[in-house]
Every structure is written in C-alpha cells, then in structure tokens.
C-alpha cells in the first residue's frame, strides 16, 4: 500500500491536467503529483471532430476584440457566472500563447498573425484550430513539459475517494485499476481534472476511456452547477466520433434499416427536398437545440425516433442521397454556394469528402473503418457537460482544497462558443495553481480511510450499467420526459443507498471498477435532480427539449443556474459580471506590494 503526502494532487491527464501541473511547478510548488487511471486515456487525448476549435481572443486581421466584449458573449449564453466569463476572456490570449510556445501548432501567415474563423455563438473570429485533433496536440505539449520538468505520474491508480476533514481537503483514496490495491495521500490540495460525467449515457461520443469522477466531488460535499446543460449531436457508434462539418455539408444519405434488413431513406420521406438543406446545416448547427426543431434539429429528432421503433440508423457516403437526382441546383442558396466555392460540385459525398476535408476520410480509416466502403451507424449522442461542479473565481469548490478544472467545472452555462471549453481547460488550471501558489503550505498527515463493505459473488457491475446508461438515454438525454426521469432518480436514488450492498464484485481486481459504477450512480442522482427541477421552473430550453412541448419554451436562463447538493436542486440565481479596477497608478502600487510581500 502506498502511504504519501503531498503539497497537491492533479486527478487527470489531460489538457486541464498537465496545465495545472506545469504551472504550479512554475510557481515553485514542486511537492506535486499528477494521478491517473491511464495517462493515455481520457477525452483531451482521444477525442476531436472535423475541425476541432480552440476558442480566444481575436488575433488577426483589422476586426476590433476587446477582452469585455469575449466576456460579454460567454457571459451571454445563460447561466455563466461573472468572473468566469471575465477571466476566461482575460488569460485566453496568455493561455493560448503558452500552448504556441509550447509548439501547438496553430496557423499563423507569413507575418505571424494567428488565423481564426467564427465558430458557433461567436460575433467575432475568435476560433482557430489545429485541424481534427487540436486537444490531443495539446496534451501532448503539455505533456512534454510535465515530462521534462520530472512531475511524478501515479499511473494506474482510481482516486475513489476525496478526503476531507472540517469541509477542507486532507487526503485521497485510490485503487490500484490491475490489482485493486487500495492506497491513501495526505495532501492540501486536489485539483479535479477529470472531464465531463462521460459514463452515464450509452448513447454517448465521449471516448470509452473516459469515464469522468464528478462523483468524487459530489461526495466530498461539493455543490454543482448547470448540471442539466449538456450538448447532444449525431455522432458515429463504433468508433465514437462527431458527425459535424463536411460530414454534413458534403451530403450524405441517412439510411434507416429495420430488422429484416430493409432500408429507407427516412429524412426525404418526412421532409422532401427540404431534407438536403437541413443535412447541410448539421454542419454548421451540429448540437440539438431547441430553437431549431422546426430546422436543422429536425434531423436529430427523426433519427432518435427511428432508434426508439428499433430500426438501425446509417450514414452513407457511397451514395448521394434523394432529392439530388435533378442536379446540385435544388440545394439552397448556402449550401450551393459553399459546395460551389470548395470546387465540390460533383460526384458522390465519399467524393466531395475527399475533395474536401481528405483527413475527415483518414481518420475513420485509422480506426479501422473504410467510409468508401462501408456505411457509419450513429445516433443522437451527449458530447458535452456545460454544467459541472460549481467553482469560484479561483476555481475551487466550497470544499476548501478542492479545485476543479476544466469539462469537470461547472462553468460553461447554456450556450457557449464552440472552442471555448479548450480555452477553460487552461484558464480554469492556472487560475487553481496560482491560488494554490499563494496560500503557501502546511504539514500534512496521511489521513484514515474506511472501506465500505465489498460484496463478493458473481460480478453484475456490467448489468448494472448497461441498465442505467440505457434509461439515461431513454428517458433524459436531449429528449426528456419528466415522469420517466422521476422515476428513474427513484431508482437510482435507492441504489445509492444500498450501492455496496447491491453491486457484487467477482474478485479484488474489480475494486477499482466498482467505484467508477458508485461514481456513475452518484453522478447520475444529480444530474437528474437537476433536470427534474430544470424541467418544472424553465420547460424547453438550450438542449433539452421537454415532454415535446415546445409551447414551454423558455427564455435562456440569463440570471439564474440550476445548482445541486447531493439529490437537492434548486434555481440560484448567477453573479454579475465584474467591475474590477483599470487604473494602471492604482494596479501598479498593488503589483508592487504584493511583490514586497511575496519577498
């Protein structure tokens, strides 16, 4: 059993991860550890779209940016805390320049001008992007400077319990994830770094190894925000992608086939030609959102239906689909003139695919799937937490000690630029180090820690899952139904009670397994509270469409979040935004007094 102690703890290896790392050992704090299940693993690492975003102030061009105008529009989206929005905006250009330095590859012309484009709920052109996989360069730079810098790695280890004492972090519990082995650290400080709640759907695009441990924070006694708010798009199955940009907009055929095998071409039997239109704004609309059910969501909709009558639903790029026999002229306006301009015009979509966006068809190709061969199964899937757990202008939760960054923190709100989580990932981490930095250091103890009672037998952790991932789906993802999701808290709010009781494990090895499950459950209890009370005070908004009753439609929650205490929600309302001091004679005298006081 390992028995240590350290200053701070960094759960995750990812882009929040080895950020808060890196920066903490900058600032001198060098008693630091990061744990993992798997450093490979996790969503940062392993997951992308067609062109993943990175989402920060403007930097080319003449378009004027200005830091309140980015914080305005985070701000804007509904349910994001003030001083949230204001830091993200004002450490974005910092941040995004470290990762440059660190050799993120992002495009820049000739005279070093860093190119961007407008992403969704965007005003300016804020976004760029490294191509598919801009968060997995990004972990791997950061990375690199982690390694360099020697920052110890605890490697196969599921922190399965946070610690606290008197409302303040002092230590953790982990498994050994091979052995089962279970070891406890004294420390001051966690920083949760562990992406969204990615294990409580089964229709979901997060990567299967990710898993996230919100509920680690849940049981340390700290509160969430927003947990309601999520990002719901056609993504494909097998392997676990998002289906957005010139997957769309090169106009493939969506194929439903039921269980003797016949097919249908679904969307043009609802919507007639119409159907191409709205197939090309998939591209550039990927999430569900309420606001376009009479739009683009349209196709979302009719595809969880035919899931939900039991049919199989396909994307084909072999062939084109109905509506296009009379020629590229029945298109919109929009989607004729972008094809236009890409010199796409032409052919099959696997064709336009390849004219395109050729590294759209390698991708699939890495993992095994030949898209001019074969069709990608998909469904509606939950791709983003917006909501987490609730953190402060530092990023640390009403925990003392415990800090959460990144999908894990509860600060993205409704809506959000696409890109923007890219950019919280780094803001949130530092904000949490330099906090750590300045509060100094205590002695630490190894804690105690007592093992629940661990039922052995036949293993039914699998069952148990399956079971509830598929009523998550079933009953609260972008569809939700407030009678089924009232029963399903009843379930799983009776499971909590009785979780060591009730799941067996086969041997010790599964230790660790079995708390990524308690993790699940906890997770899931909350996230559905939130929901119950969302769909009771706001009905229909942002992604979740409620009892398909557009006439409760609400307004953006502007002023207000939804925030949760283990199974209690209630509608808080959020923080203004900031009016700190700009005047330089008066921040100059407070640099130099906190210099004197840090000598």
């Not at 701070?8 to 903490?24: E, P, Q, R, S, Y």
Request: hydrophobic residues 35%; contains cysteine; glycine residues 10%.
């Amino acid at each position: 059993m390992m028995r240590k102690t350290y200053h701070t703890l960094i759960v995750g290896t990812g882009c929040a991860g080895f950020n808060a790392a890196d920066k903490l050992y900058d600032l001198g704090i060098r008693d630091i550890a990061i744990v993992t299940e798997g450093r490979f693993m996790g969503t940062s690492r392993n997951t992308g779209s067609d062109k993943q975003t990175y989402y920060k102030l403007s930097l080319c061009g003449a378009e004027g940016d200005s830091m309140r105008e980015m914080a305005d529009t985070l701000y804007s989206g509904g349910g994001v805390m003030g001083e949230h929005a204001l830091c993200e905006a004002a450490y974005s250009t910092r941040c995004f320049m470290r990762l440059c330095e660190l050799g993120v590859p992002f495009p820049t012309n000739e005279y070093g001008e860093y190119a961007g484009y407008k992403t969704d709920h965007d005003p300016r052109t804020r976004a760029t992007s490294c191509g598919p996989l801009t968060s997995k360069y990004m972990t791997e730079a950061l990375e690199r400077s982690v390694l360099s810098k020697g920052i110890e790695i605890l490697d196969f280890q599921r922190v399965i319990q946070v610690l606290c004492e008197k409302g303040a972090v002092v230590g953790v519990a982990m498994a050994n994830t091979v052995t089962g082995e279970i070891s406890v650290i004294g420390c001051q400080n966690v920083i949760l770094c562990t992406g969204g709640p990615a294990g409580i759907y089964r229709n979901t695009v997060y990567p299967e190894s990710q898993h996230g441990a919100t509920g680690l924070a849940i049981q340390a006694g700290a509160a969430l925000s927003n947990m309601e708010e999520w990002q719901y798009g056609i993504a494909s199955i097998k392997f676990r992608w998002n289906l957005s940009g010139t997957y769309q907009q090169v106009l493939p055929r969506y194929l439903s086939v039921d269980k003797d095998g016949n097919e249908r071409e679904f969307l043009y039997e609802a919507l007639g030609k119409e159907s191409l239109g709205l197939i090309f704004l998939k591209g550039y609309q990927w999430p569900f959102d309420t606001r376009k059910t009479k739009g683009s969501s349209r196709v979302d909709l009719l595809v969880a239906e035919e899931i939900k009558k039991g049919n199989r639903v396909y994307l084909d790029f072999l062939h084109n689909p109905r509506g296009l026999e009379e020629g590229f002229s029945v298109l919109p306006r929009e989607a004729y003139d972008y094809l236009e301009r890409s010199g796409a015009l032409f052919g099959t979509p696997i064709e336009r695919l390849r004219k395109m966006n050729e590294g759209a068809i390698e991708l699939y190709a890495d993992h095994g799937i030949d898209l001019a061969r074969e069709s990608l199964e998909i469904a509606v899937c939950a791709q983003h937490c917006n909501g987490g757990v609730a953190v402060d202008g530092n990023w640390q939760s009403e925990v003392k000690g415990l800090y959460v960054a990144g999908e894990a923190a509860g600060t993205f709100g409704v809506y959000r630029p696409g890109g923007s989580a890219l950019n919280s990932t780094q803001v949130g981490s530092l904000r949490a180090a330099e906090h750590i930095a300045k509060k100094g250091s205590a002695p630490c103890a190894i804690p105690t820690f007592s093992m629940p009672a661990v039922t052995y037998g036949g293993s039914n952790l699998s069952e148990i899952r399956k079971e509830f991932q598929n009523e998550m789906s079933r009953v609260a993802d972008f569809d939700r139904s407030t009678e089924g999701m009232k029963r399903l808290f009843q379930d799983v709010r009776e499971l909590c009670e009785h979780f060591f009781e009730r799941a067996v494990i086969g041997e010790v090895t599964e230790t660790a397994e079995l708390f990524k499950l308690y993790d699940m459950i906890l997770t899931q209890r909350s996230v559905l509270s939130a929901m119950i009370c969302s769909a009771k005070d706001l009905g229909t908004h942002g992604s979740a469409f409620v009892d398909r009753m557009p006439d409760r439609h609400g307004d953006i929650p502007r002023n207000t979040r939804t925030l949760t205490r283990g199974e209690q929600s209630v509608i808080a309302p959020i923080s203004p935004m900031p009016d700190p001091e700009l005047w330089f004679e008066t921040l100059l005298a407070r640099k130099k007094e906190e210099m004197k006081h840090e000598s």
